[in-house]
């Protein structure tokens, strides 16, 4: 026994489909499945949005490798290490005619060699061009790499050797 649908077509040569060139090829649909998303369907394939595996294709970069760098450079550190200083911000300090500028705690993670270097400055910070380390150390001062570990692992930092 079939479908009421069914049976109402039941007598008829083309079951609705219209002309019996209708139901060949799929000329009459404008094409199969999604063809003509970015053509002549394209606002149905806008009405329905965004379906997985049909728009935005390619790769996403896992968080762990795709993380931002924050730089600064020498110059602009001369610049304002006598200003932050008078400010009294935390990670500026001043001994032996020499700044103490701990920019690893400010989350900078690298010092770039752009300007000039006329302080003596002791930097600390993750990674240092070879021009900004030139450049400091040209001036008198030292760059120190800080390795961002301060947990009870085995990676070999000062916390270990105790």
């Known amino acids: 026994m079939g479908h009421i649908r069914t049976k109402k077509f039941r007598g008829s040569r083309t079951c609705g489909g219209g002309t019996h060139k209708n139901r060949r090829g ?3 649909r404008g094409g199969r499945g999604h063809a003509g998303g970015n053509a002549h369907h394209f606002i149905r394939a806008m009405r329905e949005g965004y379906r997985p595996g049909y728009m935005y294709k390619g790769f996403t970069r896992p968080k762990v490798v795709d993380q931002p ?37 400010i989350g900078i993670n690298k010092v770039l060699g752009s300007g000039r270097v006329t302080k003596k400055m002791i930097v600390k910070a993750e990674s240092f061009s070879e021009s900004a380390r030139e450049k400091i150390e ?10 961002g570990c301060e947990c009870d692992c085995d990676c070999g930092c000062e916390e270990d050797e105790e």
């Open 69 to 105: 760098v924050f730089i600064v450079n020498v110059g602009e550190l001369d610049e304002l290490v006598d200003f932050l200083y008078e400010m009294e911000a935390d990670y500026i300090g001043f001994e032996d005619d020499t700044f103490v500028v701990d920019l690893y705690s």
């Open 26 to 28: 799929a000329g009459n």
């Open 138 to 147: 040209a001036a008198g001062g030292e760059c120190v790499e800080a390795d």
